[in-house]
């Protein structure tokens, strides 16, 4: 699977919009952007996923490079609960597809 | 509804023992995965099970970790002759279909602990 690279950490206060970027400069076409997160004793959870196009969900939103070497997760107002670490991950879309998860980025959220 | 469980949630055993890690996936969900995650890393993949074979298990350490999944649902990971170095939280996912666009959906792990 291709590398993903990420910032260790960062931090933003809380009911501010949060920008968490991702650096894929090896994608190939046939891979998926996904986002999880993983909330502290717990097990990681989906965020979002997407392969060109920019992405919406209740959750959050995710922006795509035109050229996919890079992508950011958007969260639009962060809350004390988005303390988290969120993960970047690049998954193919055939069977079989574990995920390579890096160290990810460490978000802390600021009352 | 039910989302994966994982049993025990916690685990002391001593150096040289033997353990047995039980996960249940969500019901109908034919793709199970086995992770491992040390202290300040992110987890690491161990073995995927597509049904009851294991399709991927390229990322087991060595023999002393074996995983089966009989009936297509609960899978057990089991590990022979326990080191220091396997303590670390051992996580499980499942997945509808196995499909990479799928969403894995993970249990809350495992904590072991080797004394």
């Known amino acids: 699977d291709a590398k993903t690279t990420q910032p260790n950490s960062m931090e933003s206060n809380e009911e501010e919009p949060v920008h968490l970027p991702c650096n894929h400069s090896?994608?190939?076409?046939?891979?998926?952007i996904h986002w999880y997160r993983q909330l502290p004793s717990q097990g990681p959870e989906y965020v979002i996923h997407?392969?060109?196009s920019n992405v919406n969900n209740r959750m959050a939103s995710l922006a795509i490079a035109e050229d996919r070497k890079s992508s950011t997760l958007i969260l639009h107002r962060a809350t004390l609960r988005d303390a988290a670490v969120y993960y970047c991950?690049?998954?193919?879309?055939?069977?079989?597809?574990?995920?390579?998860f890096g160290p990810g980025t460490r978000l802390s959220v600021l009352p | 509804g039910a989302g994966v469980s994982q049993t025990p949630s916690n685990k002391v055993t001593e150096k040289g023992k033997y353990v047995e890690l039980r996960c249940d996936p969500i019901?109908?969900?034919?793709?199970l995965y086995w992770y491992r995650q040390s202290l300040g890393q992110g987890p690491e993949f161990l073995i995927y099970?597509?049904?009851?074979?294991?399709?991927?298990d390229s990322g087991l350490p060595n023999d002393r970790f074996f995983a089966v999944r009989p009936e297509g649902s609960v899978s057990t990971l089991k590990i022979q002759r326990t080191e220091r170095g396997d303590s670390a939280v051992y996580l499980c996912?499942?997945?509808?279909?196995?499909?990479?666009?799928?969403?894995?959906?993970f249990g809350p792990g495992t904590r072991l602990t080797v004394l």
């Open positions: 996912a499942s997945s509808l279909t196995g499909r990479g666009t799928d969403t894995q959906y």
């Open positions: 090896t994608i190939s076409g046939t891979d998926y």
């Open positions: 997407g392969l060109t």
């Open positions: 991950i690049l998954r193919a879309f055939n069977y079989g597809q574990n995920f390579v």
């Open positions: 019901s109908g969900h034919t793709a």
């Open positions: 099970f597509q049904g009851t074979g294991a399709a991927d």
